[in-house]
């Protein structure tokens, strides 16, 4: 100091200068460089109206640096490790920042994406069922914080844990989402002090959330928000199932309990007396979100009869009819005493062009089925390549979601009042083999099931609706776990949109009767497939009943329009664990499943998987000349 405050100038300027060129050459060697602009790839922002918030790093808790018009183009620098946060520029308007990757379509003929390593754990963690826990440690950017806010942490989190060091400071997140990795270390490039939580806040763990103007979905939907926001929680119901939170616009709002995790002081949380909780809103029917993929729905959807309620409890079982023997079927289901059967139904074989339907297999399915007083239900999947100009393939939905609305409005009115008396509206919606070319977002599919629901309704309101059946899972590349795509399925007005809830509770090598509990209490032993709910019959089945009932649609019936038990002793691959069931033990756990589904009170028709396929992996689970078979007719027509 008392060199540059001498009274020579030349020195004083040479210091400056030195100390400046120090100060660029240290922030250069900090910075990541910039990835060069040959990786570089195109979008476009899919919004229909308004415009995308930029952030300063891959989360909705950083700040916002700028925003981007719907349809507006943009270069893509930077891809997250899972995939689900872009880094983007338009040079045209001076923004760069990170967006929302649902936002955006990626020009598919551009190179692949450099990934950021390691940012995963930010805004949803990279999870998998078969993936064993690991920790990694990244440099990431830091949140900015609201006024009044300590640091947060930016993915949702059940316990948080932090280590101080001289220059970094690490905090483990635990994230709370079956089939995740126990937990990521996240390290901040600056010394800072533990993380710490001044107040209690919520952390959202879907994809996509809603949150409402009050504790119930029966309130108007006020805003989304996306995994990983932090909202602090400013009450509690008295049930416990919603939390009322502060929104960034000042605002108070309403998440379900089951929707977020907790941490920081959450014993200072409030409950709220009656007085605290917003007046119930005028019986109505909900508002439907428009989805970034389609148009809004319009009137005919709102004005949609209410739902039946899925009836009673009876036997069904998926047959293999198309271009195949319908009379055999019906006098093996006529000889097993069962009342229903499900045929999938591949929209794309069925509408090769716009209005051109060759309705003749659905027509000889019908008349075959009533006269063998069998009910039927077609599963709906696939779809022309006509619908899907710029996605390809034909594994997902249409571009636009109304054709296939109108193609499943068409078939219930051909067929009303005839044996098919179900429609499910897609299948495995939750696997991105099965919603090929779309987010696998719960709100997406909503979409698509309300406008059908409306279609099909108003072509023949007698007609059950059946969502399309999650399969279980855990969080993978390929997959969103089954039970919390169904939170996010109510969350978008499930209630209100379905006669039916689909789902398929797969046994693996499990029997029926046990649950994940069982097995990690010691109770239960197996030799694979064990480790996650996902894995057991029971365990899907209770759990996926309890979403409704936390939604306040318990008094609906469950549909499991795929469930059963193969056994071979020369399995596909995949399928090994097959080879330790033996043809017995197939029927004792068909049957027995059966009972239990008979006895819940919450399931309506369930469907085994299968009757009668006898090619590929398929053939391991079909029941004819089987055991199985002759078990299954005795426990019916007993």
Known sequence: MSLIAAPHNKLRAALLSALASLLILVVAVALPLRPAHAQESRGTVILTSGRLNVRGGPSATFAVVGKLPAGGVVSILERSAAGDWLRVAAADLGVEGWVAASF????????????????????????????????????????????????????????????????????????????????????????????????????????????????????????????????????????????????PTGQAGWVAAAL??????????????????????????EAVAASASAPAVGAAVASAPLPLGGGNFAYGLTANMWQGDKAGVAGLLNDLGATW????????????????????????????????????????????????????????????????????????????????????????????????????????????????????????????????????????????????????????????????????????????????RDWESGAYTALSHANHRSFYFLSTLEESHAVMAQYGDGAKKLWPTEFGWGSSLSPDPGYEYQARISEQQQADWITEAFRIMGGTGYVGVAFLWNLNYDFGEMRTFSIVGRPAYDALKAQIRQ
């Open 260 to 285: 977020v995790t907790t941490a920081g002081p959450v014993e200072r949380i409030a409950t709220l007396a009656d007085a605290d909780i917003p007046a119930p809103p005028v019986a109505e029917v």
């Open 341 to 516: 059967v499900k045929q999938q139904v591949r929209w794309e074989y069925v509408e090769t062009a716009p209005g051109a339907v060759n309705w003749q297999e659905m027509d000889a399915i019908v008349n075959q089925m009533n006269g063998a007083a069998v009910n039927v239900a077609f599963s709906v999947v696939t779809s022309p390549a006509w619908t899907r100009p710029t996605k390809g393939g034909t594994n997902g939905p249409p571009e636009d979601f109304q054709t296939y609305a109108n193609f499943v409005g068409a078939m219930a009115g051909r067929y009303c009042g005839q044996s098919l008396k179900a429609i499910e509206v897609w299948n495995e919606q939750n696997l991105r083999r099965e919603w090929e070319g779309f987010d696998l977002n719960p709100a997406l599919y909503m979409d698509l099931l309300k406008r059908a629901y409306a279609s099909i309704k108003a072509a023949c309101p007698s007609m059950v609706v059946i969502s399309g059946a999650t399969t279980p899972a855990g969080y993978s590349d390929v997959a969103f776990d089954d039970i919390d795509y169904l939170r996010g399925m109510y969350e978008n007005g499930l209630a209100r949109y379905s006669d039916a809830v689909g789902i398929h509770p797969s046994g693996f090598a499990n029997p029926p009767s046990v649950r994940m």
């Open 104 to 247: 955006i379509e990626v020009d598919s003929a551009a190179p692949a994406l450099p990934a950021l390593p390691g940012m995963g754990g930010l805004a949803g963690v990279a999870r998998s069922a078969a993936t064993p826990a690991a920790t990694s440690a990244v440099a990431l950017p830091t949140p900015t914080p609201r006024a009044n806010e300590s640091t947060r942490v930016t993915a949702p989190a059940a316990t948080l844990a932090a280590t101080t060091g001289t220059s970094a400071s690490t905090a483990t997140i635990a994230s709370p989402a079956a089939g995740a990795p126990a937990a990521v270390a996240v390290t901040s490039a600056s010394a800072a002090a533990p993380v710490t939580l001044d107040e209690p806040t919520a952390y959202v763990v879907p994809a996509a959330m809603n949150v409402r103007g009050g504790p119930g979905i029966n309130y108007a939907r006020m805003s989304g928000v996306t995994q990983g926001t932090a909202l602090p929680i400013t009450g509690v119901t008295a049930g416990g199932d919603w939390y009322r939170v502060d929104l």
